[in-house]
T-cell receptor
Framework: DAKTTQPPSMDCAEGRAANLPCNHS???????VYWYRQIHSQGPQYIIH???NNETNEMASLIITEDRKSSTLILPHATLRDTAVYYC????????????FGKGTLLTVNP | SQTIHQWPATLVQPVGSPLSLECTVE??????LYWYRQAAGRGLQLLFY??????ISSEVPQNLSASRPQDRQFILSSKKLLLSDSGFYLC???????????FGQGTRLTVV
């Protein structure tokens, strides 16, 4: 019962920006948008999160539309090591929340 | 520290044998704890989550059970494993005020 929709796969050339979209049209007012990625056989790695403002950190940028129904994760200069499954999830923080993942997007960075 | 200890890393078990996977966490007290399973080529499926000692919520009917005997200990068990129980099992934690969830390195279970 994931609340997000992502394309199953995307390709990107090494050194170029990777833009990963996510739809979350039923997001509620107190839910954040989180992005994780999972490299094969490892636990998911946190990337970034946001509520309604755009966010940037050393790994990526997160652009959230004004109506908050969709967002885009941007990896500004993709490398081969960025090849992974990227998960977009929505949930509210606090003491009682359920963390549910969808199927994610397999990003393949090509040389 | 937000460390999660999960062991073993890999496990091969015969059908019908019991299972016990343990997850222990460090960091803030009273964290939310989660067990996930990932079948080959599939996404992360939430199996159980716990908001406190002795409090377990099951997300899907299955051959597995979970227990939380201590605040920072979460155990995944089965009395008799099935072939379909094979997969990659991940433990995760998130505490009050945490801005993210933290994952262990996982246990790859193969039931033969």
């Amino acid at each position: 019962d994931a609340k997000t929709t992502q394309p199953p796969s995307m390709d990107c050339a090494e050194g170029r920006a990777a833009n990963l979209p996510c739809n979350h049209s039923t997001i509620s007012g107190n839910e954040y948008v989180y992005w994780y990625r999972q490299i094969h056989s490892q636990g998911p790695q946190y990337i970034i999160h946001g509520l309604k403002n755009n966010e940037t950190n050393e790994m990526a940028s997160l652009i959230i539309t004004e109506d908050r129904k969709s967002s885009t994760l941007i990896l500004p200069h993709a490398t081969l090591r960025d090849t992974a499954v990227y998960y977009c999830i929505v949930f509210s923080g606090g003491s009682n929340y359920k963390l549910t993942f969808g199927k994610g997007t397999l990003l393949t960075v090509n040389p | 520290s937000q460390t999660i200890h999960q062991w073993p890393a890999t496990l091969v078990q015969p059908v019908g044998s019991p299972l016990s996977l343990e997850c222990t966490v460090e960091g803030t007290s009273n964290p939310n704890l989660y067990w996930y399973r990932q079948a080959a080529g599939r996404g992360l499926q939430l199996l159980f989550y716990s908001v406190g000692i002795g409090q377990i919520s099951s997300e899907v009917p299955q051959n597995l059970s979970a227990s939380r005997p201590q605040d920072r200990q979460f155990i995944l068990s089965s009395k008799k494993l099935l072939l379909s129980d094979s997969g990659f099992y991940l433990c995760a934690r998130a505490g009050i005020g945490d801005t993210e969830a933290f994952f262990g390195q996982g246990t790859r279970l193969t039931v033969v």
